[in-house]
């Protein structure tokens, strides 16, 4: 299980100092797919690189801590200060574009053979890897090439291969199909899902696609202003949501052979530079009331696994009128 | 790519969503090294102007003191072998090469430019043409052909006629990238916009292209001036240019035709050689000044 | 019924590399499409990318030429020869909204000057006038005048630029919005404001719209036609809701099947 608690992410600028993650505690389960939704702004960005290790000023890890739950090789446990050691070998990453990833002047063989393996018999692991790739659907040849010869879809295959090649306990996908056509999205996807069932790892995913988490996560983190606001099982947070703000969102995209209305949520989220009290979603919200703009609503459990920040968490949007929420 | 993809930079940016427009307030444009590079030539700027006419006299006028006068109250650095007043001479000269300097920048900057911009945004053929022009301008070595132009009409021309020549050989480079640029620019959705919007070729590059090539533009023009008054200085030294127009060139020529070094006088080779470096501390302090503040800005965005 | 969209023949061609040894891409190949209606209608384009749907909007915009063939759009040529580039004309009968909205203005002029040239420009209005044009076409996309005048790029939202673009669109009351993937830069949380102004301004101001996109659930939302392109083709084209329910081609099917959606799961997730 890796504990996030009270993890708070600040950037420093020459205007100030604002909190990208802002006081965020959630635990993730072992051998989960846990999905990371919000819109752009909200942090969840932010909260991977943190969970990845990647803080590097401006950024900096201003308060709480991320207990990894997980050892090293000579058995010591993991931490935030630690964490960088162990890229590619107890936690990796799965990058939006594999073209920026990848180096497009080597051969992708020497990148394998790049990595903080254990072998040091460099034969041995280009074999391994040769047989790996054959597994995630890769043509061996694949190995030999440079990127630039692949196509999108087998260079986003080819990172999932670095990616898991080592056997991590914990990888993190930051957009990892959002370059890519919807068919070929669907194959990685489908083999990332297969992957993780096999090594039995967890996944810690962002996608702006709702569908995406849908299919593939268990348990859903929807943030918003640099706040957690909910986070449940899937199944729950998209048959039942509890906060205002996920329930609108969920409400507000469209599907195939659905005719009912969709609205869009009007408004924006709250600047991090502004003065910040109250719960950040007040001023779009519906079922907002004084006691929601003075008192910051607690991530609280309102049903098993299932927590939401909201004061009125679970109750009914009254119906929707000539396209706006009342 | 949604606007989901956003980096810690562009969120912070994002919240500038509350400032005045682009030009908020012109402090974000004085860096350290800006601010002390304008002070620099502000005060060489404004002093190799006003104070020439507190001169006592003409320093340009041969025989006016005696000869190898030593530094004192009232000649700062003494007086050079032609009789002349060191530290006024060096004030006129520095203001010379500054004109000269200007009037050359502004003469790069406007034709060079208009070129660029021209060619980048039009291309076809025009572009084609133009940059032929261009390039081969720019192939042109510009000191040895200087060199031969200077010998051919020693001393028979004026100091227009080298601002002139110098402007000639200094265009082509920054047409170049300004045309570059150009292309770049093109291809972004907001020209697009001003078209179906309604507006003709020439009021997209002024209005949608030039903006952003303006930054560069301040940058080129700046380090022009330095350019000018380096090339002029390099034609004096050698005896090429008008030296008996005081510039910082034409000081270190005479300085150096009369062996100041080896007699022992260094005011006169001192004098310039200070001025002119200051010169173009202040030059470059400027130029990079802007550089990063306008990179900074554009860092922010 | 009029013929709101018309393509014969429409090819595209790009020559990457020089003489000997370029390769030729075939962008738009033989593509025919006719639509027709009585009333103003929502055509989606919708495909990958490489399908060929940018190159057909920038086609029609006249901002790529095409190798050969020729569009109409309600029977003025718009595409193909004697198409003349960007006519007065053509700019009063086809306008865009583009994809990125932070792109679509000049960071160093206020959005609000864009409108205002297109209303006295295009549009024909009188200078005294144009203000007025500008607040009507704010007020329909929600926008009140005085909250946009002035600003810059930097000051918006991007769901906010993109409707000031749709709004200064509207202006010269053109026949056809060709909107490129409009809603892609946008939070998904804000772009059915977007999408269902689409509809809105379909219905009340009887604008007709060309909607490109990659997004298959949006496009059936709110178009009344759907074309379907792969590698330059269309390979299938019809009435949105028939297209989408009984797809008749294979890709098309293959689009729909690989769609993530949230209504039912691709496979069970293996319990934790």
């Not at chain 3, 590399?17 to 738009?28: E, K, M, S, V």
């Not at chain 3, 679509?104 to 009188?126: C, K, N, Q, W």
Request: proline share 5%; hydrophobic share 45%.
């Amino acid at each position: 299980m890796i504990r996030i608690s009270d993890l708070v992410i600040s950037y420093r600028t020459g205007r100030g100092t604002i909190n990208a993650v802002d006081g965020l505690s959630i635990g993730i389960p072992d051998g989960c797919i846990v999905g990371v939704a919000g819109e752009s702004g909200c942090g969840k960005s932010t909260l991977m690189k943190a969970v990845y290790g990647d803080i590097v000023s401006p950024m900096s890890l201003t308060g709480g801590s991320i207990d990894y739950g997980f050892s090293d090789r000579n058995g010591k446990p993991v931490t935030s200060a630690t964490v960088t050691r162990q890229w590619f070998r107890t936690l990796s990453y799965i990058p939006q574009s594999s073209m920026n990833s990848l180096n497009p002047v080597i051969r992708i063989r020497e990148q394998f053979i790049d990595f903080p393996g254990i072998d040091s018999n460099k034969k041995r692991v280009l074999e391994q890897a040769r047989e790996y790739i054959q597994k995630l659907g890769l043509p061996v040849e694949a190995i030999d090439s440079y990127p630039h010869q692949l196509s999108g879809g087998m260079r986003q295959r080819m990172m999932i291969a670095l990616a898991t090649f080592f056997q991590p306990q914990l990888i993190i996908a930051d957009e990892p199909t959002t370059a890519l056509d919807v068919v070929v999205q669907k194959e990685i996807l489908l083999l990332l899902m297969e992957l993780q069932e096999q090594m039995g790892n967890s996944i810690l995913i962002v996608s702006h696609d709702m569908g995406v988490h849908y299919q593939v996560t268990k348990r859903m983190l929807i943030m918003y202003a640099a706040k957690a606001v909910e986070y449940g099982d899937t199944d729950s947070v998209f048959n039942k949501p509890l906060h205002p703000y996920t329930r609108m969102l969920i409400g507000s995209l469209p599907t195939i052979g659905d005719d009912r209305a969709r609205h869009g949520i009007p408004g924006s989220p709250p600047s991090l530079w502004g003065d910040l009290h109250g719960c950040r979603f007040a001023d779009r919200c519906p079922l907002a009331t004084e006691r929601c703009r003075n008192e910051e609503p607690p991530l609280v459990e309102h049903k098993p696994e299932h927590f939401a920040a909201c004061h009125f968490a679970g109750q009914e949007l009254t119906k929707m009128e000539g396209g706006k929420w009342q | 790519m949604t606007s989901e993809k956003v980096s810690a930079s562009e969120m912070v940016a994002g919240s500038h969503k509350n400032d005045v427009g682009w030009t908020k307030s012109i402090l974000w444009l004085f860096n350290l090294r800006l601010s002390i590079g304008l002070i620099i030539l502000l005060v060489m700027g404004l002093g190799s102007f006003i104070l020439p006419n507190f001169a006592p006299a003409d320093p340009s006028v041969q025989g006016t003191y005696t000869r190898y006068l030593p530094p004192s109250a009232e000649h700062f650095f003494g007086t050079n072998a032609l009789g002349q007043d060191i530290f006024w001479f060096v004030v006129e000269s520095v203001r010379n090469s500054l004109t000269l300097g200007v009037v050359v920048a502004f003469g790069v900057v406007i034709i060079s430019t208009t070129v660029g911009l021209g060619a980048g945004y039009i291309g076809g053929r025009f572009e084609r043409i133009t940059m032929l022009f261009v390039d081969t301008f720019i192939t042109i070595p510009l000191l040895p052909v200087l060199i031969i132009l200077g010998a051919l009409i020693r001393g028979n021309t004026s100091f227009l006629v080298v601002g002139v020549i110098i402007i000639l050989f200094g265009w082509a480079w920054n047409a170049r990238t300004v045309r570059s640029m150009a292309l770049t620019l093109r291809e972004r959705e907001f020209i697009n916009m001003a078209r179906f919007s309604g507006s003709n070729t020439a009021e997209i590059i002024l209005r949608e292209v030039f903006p952003y090539v303006a930054a560069y533009t301040l940058v080129g023009f700046i380090n022009t001036i330095l350019f000018a008054i380096n090339t002029e200085a390099a034609l004096a030294v050698i005896g090429l240019s008008k030296i008996e127009v005081p510039t910082l060139g034409s000081i270190i020529f005479w300085a150096l035709n009369y062996n100041a070094l080896f007699t022992g006088h260094y005011g006169w080779l001192v004098a310039p050689i200070v001025a002119t470096i200051a010169l173009f501390l202040g030059l470059f302090l400027t130029s990079t000044g802007f550089n990063a503040a306008f990179a900074e800005r554009r860092g922010v965005q | 019924m009029a013929v709101i969209l018309k393509t014969q023949d429409l090819n595209k061609v790009y020559r990457l590399g020089g003489f000997i040894r370029g390769t030729r891409i075939q962008a738009l190949d033989n593509v025919n499409l006719s639509v027709e209606s009585d009333r103003p209608v929502i055509i989606a384009v919708v495909g990958e990318s490489g399908s060929g749907k940018t190159t057909l909007a920038k086609t029609l915009l006249r901002l790529e030429i095409p190798t050969s063939g020729s569009a109409t759009v309600y029977d003025k040529l718009v595409a193909g020869k004697g198409a003349e580039h960007l006519h007065k004309s053509f700019l009063r009968l086809v306008q865009p909204i583009f994809q990125n909205p932070f792109e679509a203005f000049s960071r160093y002029r206020p959005v609000d000057s864009y409108l205002r040239e297109t209303a006295i420009r295009v549009a024909g209005h009188d200078p005294s006038q144009a203000q007025d044009a500008v607040a009507n076409a704010l007020e329909s996309v929600g926008l009140e005048y005085r909250d946009v005048v002035g600003k810059y790029t930097n000051q918006f939202s991007g769901g906010e630029l993109q409707r000031v673009s749709v709004a200064r669109a509207l202006i010269p009351e053109p026949s056809l919005i060709i909107a490129d993937e409009p809603v892609s830069m946008i939070d998904a949380s804000r772009r059915m404001i977007i999408i269902n102004l689409f509809r809105k301004l379909r219905d009340e101001a009887g604008r007709s719209f060309l909607y490109i996109t990659h997004d298959l659930a949006t496009a059936y939302y709110i178009s009344d036609f759907i074309a379907v392109m792969k590698k330059g083709k269309v390979v299938e084209f019809g009435e949105a809701q028939k297209v989408m329910s009984d797809p008749q081609h294979d890709y098309t099917k293959l689009l729909l099947d690989s769609i993530p959606t949230i209504r039912s799961r691709w496979r069970t997730r293996s319990a934790a």
